[in-house]
């Protein structure tokens, strides 16, 4: 995303009154701007501070969702060991039943008299001690099941308490994202308002944001997986942004990352901040085709590498995978996978 982004005119014009009242407002909402700024100033950077609040959502929603997914699978492991546990219990108690049951019957006569009564009174002892040692056998071992099924059940509940603060915390995320929606709306409205001159100026300052293949120079990879993700971002040229995607009809900025790698055989995190940490940091300086190059402090934007001051990604709602400038917006650092 960064500076300098070109949105495509609707053919909507109030002219330039209502372009003023409308930047008036915007301004108001977005905090006061310098008096010398320029309408054409105002707009470009209320659309970045826009865009890029929009990706900062979208980075923390996918790293919601991806926490949510864990759990869940969490979730299921303990409940089929719940369910595992619960059949041997339950066997257990009715075979511990039918002990019982005997053992009533046996303490139904008093052990004096029924060793009086027993022809042969020390296969009457083996017996009964054999059923006292396999019954205080079958107790301790039930107390251990009972106590294993009482963890079990408190991790279930810790687990799924972890989850409904999750999906608590995703369903916040995205409406946070419609906010940011309704503002990027506000921006089109805005560029689209300004006078021909304006917006031509506007489009002239812009990114090319070239949809074809730029000379990238002879540089390759710096190994096979990061070739086989070059071609795979290639491939993804020309496809839409859309919020939280990673393919393959559409992509987030993060997503494009983990999908062209994925076709590697190389298994990224899902959000731009942990594919930061996804391998050896080098310099910009030292850029090959593959690398991962991160964007702002909070690394809240994320591109690929193809040489010659190039990357691909997915820039904003809107706009398609394409090339541009490495120098787009500024650079925190740059991972080699």
């Given amino acids: 995303m960064g500076s300098h982004r ?13 372009a003023v009242s409308i930047l008036s407002v915007t301004a108001a909402a977005l905090g006061a701007v310098p008096a010398t700024a320029t ?4 707009t470009r950077a209320a659309v970045d501070r826009l865009y890029e609040q929009a990706e900062k959502a979208t980075e923390a929603y996918n790293e919601a969702d991806e926490r949510a997914d864990e759990l869940r699978a969490e979730v299921g492991i303990a409940r089929d060991r719940i369910a595992r546990q619960q059949e041997r219990v339950n066997s257990m108690r009715e075979s511990l039943g039918s002990l019982a049951g005997a053992q009533y019957r046996s303490g139904g006569i008093d052990p004096s008299l029924a060793l009086l009564l027993s022809d042969d009174p020390d296969d009457y002892l083996d017996h009964a001690s054999r059923l ?3 019954t205080a056998h079958q107790a301790g071992e039930l107390k251990a099941l009972q106590g294993a099924m009482r963890e079990l ?3 279930r509940e810790e687990a799924a308490g972890k989850l409904r603060e999750l999906e608590t915390s995703r369903k916040a995320v995205a ?9 990027l709306a506000t921006a089109r ?14 489009g002239r300052a812009s990114r090319s944001g070239r949809p074809g293949m730029p000379d990238l120079g002879g540089a390759g990879a710096a190994s096979p997986r990061g070739s086989a993700a070059v071609a795979a971002a290639r491939s993804a040229l020309g496809k839409p942004y859309v919020w939280g995607a990673n393919g393959p009809s559409g992509f987030d900025c993060s997503g494009l990352m983990q999908w062209s790698y994925a076709q590697a055989g190389v298994s990224l995190p899902r959000t731009s901040q942990a594919q930061r940490y996804a391998g050896r940091q080098v310099p910009l300086s030292e850029a090959r085709p593959g690398d991962l190059v991160v964007y702002r402090g909070d690394a809240s934007h994320v591109g690929m590498y193809m040489g010659n001051g190039q990357v691909i990604h997915a ?9 541009d400038p490495v120098g787009m917006m500024p650079v925190s650092s740059v991972t080699r996978v």
């Fill in 153 to 155: 059940a408190q991790d």
């Fill in 175 to 183: 409406a946070h994202k419609k906010t940011v929606e309704h503002k």
């Fill in 315 to 323: 820039p904003y709602p809107g706009a398609p995978v394409r090339y």
């Fill in 6 to 18: 070109r949105l495509a005119p609707s053919g909507f014009d109030r002219g330039t009154g209502a």
């Fill in 39 to 42: 309408p054409h100033d105002d």
């Fill in 189 to 202: 409205r805005l560029l689209n308002s300004l006078p021909d001159a304006e917006r031509d100026a506007y």
């Fill in 132 to 134: 006292d040692r396999l």
